[in-house]
């Protein structure tokens, strides 16, 4: 059985007449940040769900750093961290108190539940608001908080749904910064988000969902090369009429049109994957001063 952060065969899981997963492959290997893509429905929380425990496995096969879903469940359950998207932290309690609860709920002793809150407070920049209720943080000091329960127990896998929907740009940043630590630290993350300047920033690789089948799987590098490599950008000069040039562009003619190229941005390969109709070798024509 391979030991790797997260092994999935051919798993498929219906709810009622509903498809969730139609059969998913997908492999987490040790060290990476493994983003999560898909449109709304895509199948990405039963996935995530499944392989945490929380819901029944259907077809197939899940396992957690080498620990069936089926058979050893309990075992799956110590070597996860979730963090879902509705913080799980007691808002009367400061944020060291919080730390240290979910280390004695998990059966911790008191004195390694405290020095572990400790680490982490530190390591994530809390030390400050530790002594805190934790109703007076910022939105980022809580996800932040509520990333650092989810690894009191120093798990395998961490998951994380979507950590920074709702935060500011500092605060994204911030979290980021969180979650290149969290691998330094020896957790493996699998991240689901809808953000796609997250997963390039973040992701060793990105599996892309659609309709419960995976559509796509690389590097962020790998995925936008796969729409065809470099795309053509025309740039042209201010007042120049775009749509006009749009029109005419075949036939030519326009001065001062400049030509760069760009790779396609990771939002035109979500796009290009999870819609049908999209169509990927567009001409792009932007309107702005020229270089
Ligand atoms: P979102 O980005 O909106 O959270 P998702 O990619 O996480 O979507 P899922 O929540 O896994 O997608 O849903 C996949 C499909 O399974 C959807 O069609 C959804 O309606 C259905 N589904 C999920 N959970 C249940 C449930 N408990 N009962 C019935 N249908 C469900």
């Known amino acids: 059985m391979?030991?790797?952060?997260?092994?999935?065969r051919g798993l498929r899981k219906t709810y009622g007449s509903t498809v969730a997963l139609d059969g998913?492959?997908?492999?987490?290997?040790?060290?990476?940040?493994?983003?999560?893509?898909?449109?709304?429905?895509?199948?990405?929380?039963?996935?995530?769900?499944?392989?945490?425990?929380?819901?029944?496995?259907?077809?197939g096969e899940v396992s957690v750093a080498g620990r069936d879903v089926r058979t050893d469940p309990a075992g799956v359950r110590r070597a996860v961290g979730?963090?879902?998207?509705?913080?799980?932290?007691?808002?009367?309690?400061?944020?060291?108190?919080?730390?240290?609860?979910?280390?004695r709920l998990h059966g911790l002793h008191h004195a390694p539940a405290r020095a572990r809150a400790e680490e982490?407070?530190?390591?994530?920049?809390?030390?400050?608001?530790?002594?805190?209720?934790?109703?007076?943080?910022s939105g980022g000091m809580r996800r932040r908080l509520d990333i650092a329960t989810g690894l009191v127990l120093r798990p395998v896998l961490l998951f994380l749904d979507e950590p920074t929907t709702g935060l500011d740009p500092r605060a994204r940043?911030?979290?980021?910064?969180?979650?290149?630590?969290?691998?330094t630290e020896g957790t493996t993350v699998l991240l689901t988000t809808q953000h796609m300047e997250e997963a390039d920033r973040l992701a060793d690789r990105i599996?892309?969902?659609?309709?419960?089948?995976?559509?796509?799987?690389?590097?962020?590098?790998?995925?936008?090369?796969?729409l065809g490599g470099d795309q053509p950008v025309l740039t042209l000069p201010i007042g120049a009429d775009a749509g006009?040039?749009?029109?005419?562009?075949?036939?030519?003619?326009?001065?001062?049109?400049?030509?760069?190229?760009?790779?396609?941005?990771?939002?035109e390969v979500f796009l290009h994957l999870t819609e049908t109709d999209t169509v990927a070798d567009t001409v792009t024509v932007t309107?702005?001063?020229?270089?």
Do not use: C
């Open 120 to 137: 982490l407070l530190e390591r994530f920049g809390l030390t400050e608001a530790a002594d805190r209720p934790v109703s007076t943080y």
């Open 287 to 291: 309107e702005g001063a020229a270089r």
């Open 82 to 103: 979730l963090v879902g998207q509705s913080p799980a932290l007691d808002e009367k309690l400061h944020g060291r108190e919080n730390l240290v609860l979910f280390g």
């Open 173 to 183: 940043a911030d979290v980021w910064d969180m979650v290149r630590e969290v691998v």
């Open 2 to 8: 391979s030991t790797a952060p997260l092994t999935i």
């Open 24 to 59: 998913v492959d997908l492999t987490v290997q040790h060290g990476h940040v493994h983003a999560l893509l898909g449109p709304n429905g895509a199948g990405k929380t039963t996935l995530v769900r499944t392989s945490a425990t929380l819901t029944r496995i259907g077809e």
């Open 207 to 226: 599996t892309v969902l659609r309709d419960g089948r995976v559509v796509a799987e690389g590097t962020p590098t790998e995925l936008k090369s796969r």
């Open 244 to 267: 006009a040039a749009r029109e005419s562009l075949a036939r030519a003619g326009i001065t001062g049109v400049e030509v760069d190229v760009r790779q396609p941005t990771l939002d």
